[in-house]
């Protein structure tokens, strides 16, 4: 008789890996609003909402990644992920996400000054934001590394909007839509880091299930950030 495996049994790395890549079915992507901006259906007033909200995140990501510097005694690690900071905040002679996302911002009728005043931002995107950094800052390093991998879906959400803006919003100036273009390889470089910390440190079938629970987390973040996006610029989430 073949054994039956009861649930205490790890999930081998590979089953493991399939079980956190099939949480993308619940990834933004398939938010209504999103479904909205990459189908051409969204107002000017939704697009500049969501670039202005969107941007309380991008400034918000270098502090998720200095806490999980702060709480990682691991050398090695800390040189990799300090990679991250300098990608989305940059350096006086190379611009990083953070730039390109004022750029994106001015391409569609954003004044520099109001997203880094944050005046657009709705109450449940900065809850929401805030309660991923504190995350960060409260539970061990390796934990808020798996909340990270919702990377690992986000190349197909940019290439979306890669192909579909020109199209629909000829009014935005392709130039603007530089993040998108640039995050895909480093967000490739990000999984294959996070996805090696994740699978060597969440071993134990608990410990795996944990690992799950962190990444419905982080989906639920970003799709609570639309929710709260849509209602506020006049489309209801579930339209």
């Not at 090695?76 to 300090?82: E, N």
């Amino acid at each position: 008789m073949t054994a039956i495996a009861d649930d205490s049994t790890p999930l081998s790395a590979a089953e493991f890996e399939a079980a956190l890549r099939a949480r993308g079915a619940a990834y933004h992507i398939h938010h209504p609003f999103n479904v909205r901006l990459n189908s051409g259906r969204a107002t000017p007033a939704e697009i500049r909402g969501w670039v202005a909200n969107r941007f309380y995140y991008q400034t918000s990501i270098p502090l998720k990644d200095a806490a999980v510097l702060s709480n990682c005694p691991d050398r090695a690690t800390r040189r990799l992920w300090l990679t991250r900071i300098l990608d989305h905040d940059g350096t006086d002679s190379e611009p990083g996400g953070i730039d390109s996302w004022v750029r994106l911002g001015e391409a569609v009728g954003l004044r520099a000054e109001e997203l880094w005043s944050h005046e657009h931002v709705v109450p449940g995107v900065r809850f929401a934001v805030d309660a991923y950094v504190n995350f960060a800052r409260q539970q061990p390093w390796q934990e808020a590394v798996c909340a990270s991998l919702t990377e690992m879906f986000a190349p197909v959400i940019h290439q979306q909007r890669l192909a579909t803006w020109p199209e629909h919003y000829p009014w935005i100036d392709a130039a603007g839509l530089r993040y998108f273009r640039e995050r895909i390889p480093l967000a490739q470089r990000d999984v294959n880091h996070g996805l090696r910390v994740t699978l060597e440190y969440f071993t134990t079938r608990q410990a795996q299930q944990r690992a799950l629970a962190i990444l419905n987390f982080k989906l639920d973040m970003l799709w609570s950030m639309l929710d709260a996006i849509a209602l506020r610029y006049g489309s209801h989430p579930h339209d």
